[in-house]
């Protein structure tokens, strides 16, 4: 059993309370302790670049005095600890996630512009922190598309049959598990494909559509079959659909219990930690909260 704590960070925002709540859930499913941390921000003239993070302190702290009042009355598990930071929490947040299972916090903070639909501190987060981010989204976004064709609990995960990575099928099948989830497995395969015949000139090759959906969806039900081997209880439906894997997973976020995506591995040529343009476009605009799985690291 893991027993590395669920980190909530929190701010005395409405958006943090909720990734609170959504925290507090979590570490209950998974019997694992629940850190609270406030991370006190600098003031303008501090320098990021060398003051990153000050002694934790816990005592006298009033967002975490209002977060001991709301759990209070919270019965049974899991134990809660509460600490109290000082630095630039972008820095900070990031640097908490290699002690963590789960970093969660909400879409944005108490700073930042009232237009911007993921602060700086998430995208900080999920781009940096070294254990999986959730980033619970503000109530009554809107996505196009219909409903789920079943009721019920419902993990989605985004699937790149070119470059799988087994961290976040990993994640998404135990997500599922905990939550007695049906999972909805998203391939998306590139639709229409063009080619140059001739300078200004694009014409469609003679693929078949359909054979192009059949060897995408064959390639994700072989990745599937080891994680259906260790999870035999969850219900796991590849579906291999044409064009914007980003659109088909925000559309699939409706009324969905989480979104897990993945993150772009270092690359020789790109050193730097990156998200992608697909888990970004996820970040700013599913419905649903959205785990963010850092990929898993290199086989020596």
């Not at 470059?163 to 994640?171: G, N, T």
């Not at 605009?285 to 785990?291: D, E, G, R, T, V």
Request: glycine residues 8%.
């Amino acid at each position: 059993m893991n027993t590395a704590p669920v980190i909530a960070a929190v701010d005395g925002s409405a958006d943090s309370v909720r990734a609170l709540d959504w925290a507090l859930d979590a570490a209950r499913r998974r019997a694992a302790p629940l850190r609270v941390v406030h991370v006190r921000q600098y003031a303008a003239w501090g320098q990021a670049d060398v003051l990153v993070a000050g002694p934790p302190e816990a005592a006298g702290d009033p967002v975490l005095d209002e977060v001991r009042g709301r759990l209070a009355d919270h019965a049974g598990p899991p134990a809660v600890e509460y600490l109290a930071m000082e630095g630039v929490p972008g820095a900070v947040l990031p640097e908490l996630g290699s002690e963590a299972q789960l970093l969660v916090l909400g879409s944005r903070g108490r700073g930042g512009f009232t237009g911007l639909l993921l602060g700086s501190n998430g995208l900080a987060a999920a781009r940096d922190a070294d254990c999986p981010v959730v980033v619970v989204p503000r109530p009554g976004r809107e996505v196009h598309g219909e409903g789920p064709a079943e009721p019920g609990a419902r993990i989605v995960v985004g699937l790149h049959v070119d470059s799988p990575d087994e961290s976040v099928l990993a994640l998404a099948f135990a997500e599922a598990a905990l939550r007695d989830a049906r999972l909805q497995v998203i391939a998306a395969y590139p639709w229409p494909v063009q080619t140059w015949s001739a300078p200004g000139q694009m014409v469609p090759p003679p693929i078949d559509q359909d054979a192009v959906a059949d060897e995408t969806r064959a390639l994700a039900e072989g990745f599937l079959a080891p994680h259906r081997d260790r999870h035999p209880q969850v219900r796991a439906d590849a579906e291999a659909l044409p064009g914007d894997a980003a659109g088909h997973l925000v559309a699939a976020s409706k009324d969905a219990d989480l979104v897990v995506v993945g993150r772009h591995r270092r690359r020789l040529l790109a050193p730097a930690r990156m998200m992608g343009s697909v888990t970004q476009a996820v970040l700013l605009h599913a419905a649903s909260p959205i785990a963010v799985v850092p990929p898993a690291p290199p086989q020596e």
